[in-house]
């Protein structure tokens, strides 16, 4: 077996029905609008996780099966196969990172804000959000180019399965590095899923601090 399966799968968004607050504008209400537009805007990553884990599923299942022939001209047309799912995943994990970039940029909007804030804990908290979220960004641009290497290690691996001179010793090497790729990937990942988990409860205390009367989803 080449790869652990992944399911690739993270939650950002704290959905929301509704705000009231004062009608008049003031910093809490500026950054909770800006917060929540993140949201929406990280949605088209949200909607990649489903069709990128049906594909990686798909690709996982079909190397296993080449595994199992012998015949370089019956491994040929799967390996073909295997090298389109590897680019449609990195189709899929593009627009991924545009939709975190576009996130992250209208989140970031809310760090002029913070520096007009008097209220002390206020500004704790609000620096507390912009700390952690820093670090997700972050984490997913490594995960972002760890998965890129991952998957271009998956296409040499599909190459060299279909070298008729192949030796054991090339294919340990490459499973290896494949193996290896996707290791760091599941290491980047739950480290990601650990600080949206974080961020999202430091959100939650934010809008308490601010008296926002917020109904989650």
Known sequence: MVKKKLKYVFI?????????????????????????????????????????????????ELYNEILNLANIEEIEPLAKKAKEFADSRKEMVDIEKASIEEAYEEFSLIKPIIETIEDEELVKSANGLVNVMDSRYNTYMKLYEEYHRAIAYDLELY???????????ELEVQHEKVNGSYQKVNEYKDLFNQYTNEYNELKKKFYELVDLEVTYN
């Open 12 to 60: 950002f968004g704290l959905l929301l029905l509704f705000v009231s607050g004062c009608a008049k504008s003031n910093p809490g209400e500026e950054i909770y609008n800006h917060l929540e537009k993140a949201v929406s805007l990280e949605l088209v990553f949200e909607e990649q996780q489903v069709p990128l884990s049906k594909v990686e599923s798909e690709e996982y």
């Open 159 to 169: 190459e060299l399965i279909i070298k008729e001179d192949l030796t054991i010793e």
